[in-house]
């Protein structure tokens, strides 16, 4: 059973960068595709990072392409999400989800249905407000 607890979030400035975390337990993550959601108050979750482990590569949402990027430390069995040149429009809760690999996912994962991921973090805020 894959969990997975998310940290690193919190109150940032306009401009400001914050590193979110994802660690999981149970399972080695690197034998996962891992997405990142998020949802903003009165608004649908949406897909904004997706490594996928069986295609390769990691895609991104058009609104944070440029300024978000995935990462993954092995050793740490932790994936990471730095999110750059924040903008008060990226406040949200944000959650990393996990599927194996042997699930296969559009190369562009984010824009899976949500329910395609077996297994979720609990969310971490960001607020972006000067």
């Known amino acids: 059973q894959v969990q997975l607890v998310e940290s690193g979030g919190g109150l940032v400035q306009p401009g400001g960068s914050l590193r979110l975390s994802c660690a999981g337990t149970?399972?080695?993550?690197?034998?996962?595709?891992i997405a990142w959601f998020r949802q903003a108050p009165g608004k649908e979750r949406e897909g904004v990072s997706c490594?996928?482990?069986?295609?390769?590569?990691?895609s991104y949402a058009d609104s944070v392409k440029g300024r978000f990027t995935a990462s993954r430390d092995a050793v740490k069995n932790t994936v990471y999400l730095q999110l750059n040149d924040l903008e008060p429009e990226d406040t949200a809760v944000y959650y990393c989800?996990?599927?194996?690999?042997?699930?296969?996912?559009?190369?562009?994962?984010?824009?899976?249905?949500?329910?395609?991921?077996?297994?979720w973090g609990q969310g971490t805020q960001v607020t972006v407000s000067s």
């Open positions: 149970g399972v080695t993550l690197g034998d996962y595709s």
């Open positions: 989800a996990a599927v194996h690999r042997e699930v296969r996912m559009p190369v562009e994962c984010q824009r899976s249905r949500q329910q395609d991921f077996a297994s």
């Open positions: 490594s996928n482990a069986r295609e390769g590569g990691t």
